[in-house]
Structures are given as C-alpha cells and as structure tokens.
C-alpha cells in the first residue's frame, strides 16, 4: 500500500474511534443520570435477588456470622399513629468477624411491597444493586451489595433500616432476649423484635463453615437473660472463638409436625437452614412441641421420620446433621405419662442411630438424677420446660469442637 494512502487510512480510522469514544459517553451520561435514590425490585415469594459480586479484592468467602428465623407479621403499633420516616436499629451478636459484610431483609409476611429507603451497618451505608433504596416484593426478600465495613466476631453489631412509608404487617423475630429501639417521630422505643433483617454474613474470616442451630424455645433461648448473649449456641460461638461461624434459627413455639408459632419444621428448613451462607453443619433440636403441645403428636415414629427427613434433606447438600434428644418436662402443665412415653421413645429411636449423624444428648445432660424425668432444678427457669442461663451453659458444652474444626472450609454459596 502507497505510504499516502495508508496515512489517509490511518486518519480515518482515529478520526471514527475518536466519534465512537464520544458517542459511548454521551451514552453514558444519559444512563447514569437518573436518581440515584430508584428503587430496586426483590426477588418473588421467597426467592432471592441475584447477588453482585464481590469487590476485586474479595477473598470470594462468605459465611453467616449471624442469623433469625422469621416468624409472623405484626402490626406495628406506631403505624397507627404515623408510619413515615421510622427507623429501626435492629442489634445482633456476631460469632465470626470479617473485613466486609452484607445483609438479608425479608418481606414474608407483608401484604404490601415494602420500601426501604436507607440502610446502614455500624453506621457505613448500604446500597442494592448500586442503589441506595430498595423495594421489598410481597413475600420476598433480598441480599444486599457487600460494604466494606470492620465486623468484629462475638459482638454486637447494629443494622438500622428506615422504612418511610411502612404499610406492614411488618415481618419479625419476637422474643428475641436482645433489646433492639425504633425511632419515629413519637420518640425511641426499646423492642424485643428484630424486624425485616433475618441474616448477616461476612467475608474474609478464617471460619471454616457456619453452625446452623435449627430449633424452638429451647434453641431460641427462651428463660435466658436479655443482652447476655447465654443461649445454648451462644455458648458453643464463645468455645469456637471465631474459628466457626454459629447461627441460631430456633423460634418458641415451633414444631416439626404442624405449623403453630412460625411454618413447621418440614416447611421452613430450605429457607432457614439449607439456604444459609456457608451452612456445613446443623444440629436440630425439635419434637418436644409436637409431644406436649395441643394437639399433641401420639405416635413417636412420625416424629423420628421428620426428623430423619430433615437428615436425608441436609445431606443432599453435603450438611452434616447433629441431633439433639427431648429433655424432661415433668412438672409442667402439659405434661402426663402418655406423653413423656413419646418423648422417651422417640429418644430412644435417636440414641439407637439412623435418625442423624451425631447426637447430642441434651435429656441426659440436663435432667434431674433423682427424677429424670424431671429438669434438673438448678437448670430450670421455673415452668418446668425451660432453662435458665445456667442449663443453656451446660447445653452449650457438649458438642465437640475438634470435631467441627476438622469439617472442610466452606465454598461460597452464593
């Protein structure tokens, strides 16, 4: 090719890139100068939203360091009188710690999309999918971008949220025994609930999976005192000291069998369990509820077969499954003969194997010598069912820790 001509060409070709360069930034200033307060959608009834990726520098681990199972809608009482510009600090306890964190909000049991207009973590802020806002579909609920932000293991940890036009039924974990604080135009007010946020994770900490504790009353820490961190899986979190992650999706109430306070066992498992970040390992503590609780459960086998259905679930994800017995409950209302002798039974099925991998045998370790159908008096709080700190102590105590360090980190689930 002539030198003239191959200049001419060579003109040409910068001229055109140079045009295209200033198309694609006109193009570019258009798209990029909508406000950046848009909402962004959920997922569906129980989907979750695609979660972006990690920052450059992401070691690309995630794990649950915190977690609450939701229960119910409620009404907020203070939506009566004003439902605009709330917000709520919801405080929780992290077992594991990390250098960036990122948050679960749920809208299960809303009736109307719920819009979130600010989210902070230890005061950082939070964004989904870029922007600041987020819209919450009917029964769904969304993970949001990572932020960089120091998570320290066993402390707690504040995640406010203000929803400026809340229309509810807002979805909660009550009876947490951890006080969170609303803050309206009325003023603060201290709650029990945690409120939309059901799960924290974070990245970046040499855990080597999460502990899902999947339970009732007895998991959830019913009896024990507020702030004080001394359920049973807060206890096993301090002898792990960081070194796995615990969270605890026990709620009151709860039964295998039938729905009652909170779905069934059966129904909410995927959710709460087997959809937890980095989850390697659940222990599952139920049956009790279906035993002593209107209307009681009779025969002993449905009860092992749940719980052997749960076992055989978890290990289709490579979960390993810990198994907890039915402690005493003599001296209760509920209690009679006919019903402590499904309890005994169906503790009888799971000492004998095949029902999980492991047992934890919370019966023994809590009853009474002398009756040991009954709690042993130092560990009850009083009615006979539940514990006090120091029976959560003891429960806290028996899973082996070696045991659980020796389990393959976690990949990132999602």
């Known amino acids: 090719m002539p030198s003239r001509q191959g200049s001419t060409l060579l003109i040409a070709l910068l001229v055109g890139t ?3 360069a200033a198309l694609v930034a006109f193009t570019g200033s258009l798209l990029f100068t909508e406000p950046r307060a848009r909402t962004v959608a959920a997922s ?3 989907g979750v939203a695609r979660t972006p990726a990690a920052p450059a520098h992401s070691t690309g681990l995630w794990l649950a360091t915190w977690a609450a199972a939701p229960v119910r809608g409620e009404t907020d009482p203070e939506q009566a009188t004003d439902p605009h510009l709330r917000t ?4 929780v306890h992290t077992s594991i710690g990390g250098d960036a964190a990122r948050i679960t909000l749920s809208n299960l049991f ?3 999309p719920l819009l979130i207009d600010r989210v902070t973590v230890s005061g950082l802020p939070v964004t989904f999918r870029g922007a600041p806002s987020v819209t919450v579909a009917v029964g769904g609920r969304i993970v949001s971008d990572p932020v960089v932000v120091p998570v320290a293991a066993d402390a707690d940890l504040v995640v406010a949220l ?3 036009t809340a229309r509810g039924p807002v979805t909660v974990h009550p009876n947490s025994h951890q006080t969170s604080s609303t803050e309206a135009p009325q003023g603060t007010r201290d709650t029990m609930d945690w409120r939309y946020l059901t799960a924290v994770d974070v990245r970046g900490g040499k855990a080597a999976g999460t502990l899902v504790a999947f339970g009732d009353s007895l998991t959830d820490g019913s009896g024990s005192t507020t702030d004080a961190n001394s ?6 979190a301090d002898r792990l000291a960081g070194r796995y992650a615990v969270v605890n999706q026990g709620i009151a109430g709860n039964r295998l069998l039938r729905d009652g306070t909170g779905p069934r066992a059966l129904d909410r498992f995927e959710r709460d369990v087997l959809a937890v970040t980095g989850a390697k390992t659940v222990v599952i503590a139920l049956g009790i509820n279906d035993v002593q609780a209107f209307p009681q459960e009779t025969d002993p086998a449905r009860i092992t077969d749940a719980l052997r259905t749960l076992t055989e679930r978890a290990h289709t994800r490579g979960l390993r499954v810990i198994g907890a017995t039915l402690m005493p409950y003599e001296g209760h209302r509920n209690w009679t003969p006919a019903r402590n002798a499904v309890r005994t039974r ?4 799971i000492r004998a194997g095949g029902v999980f991998d492991e047992v934890l045998d919370f019966d023994r370790a809590a009853r009474d010598p002398l009756r040991p159908d009954r709690l ?4 009850d709080v009083g009615d006979h069912l539940h514990l006090n700190d120091a029976g959560y102590q003891r429960l806290g105590t028996l899973a082996d820790v070696a045991g659980l360090l020796r389990t393959r980190p976690a990949s990132d689930a999602l």
């Open 346 to 349: 169906v503790n009888e099925a």
């Open 376 to 379: 042993l008096p130092g560990y």
């Open 18 to 20: 140079a045009a295209l």
């Open 44 to 46: 569906g009834p129980q």
């Open 231 to 236: 359920r049973w899986p807060d206890v096993l």
């Open 88 to 91: 709520i600090r919801n405080v």
């Open 162 to 164: 203000r929803t400026p």
């Open 110 to 112: 809303g009736t109307h």
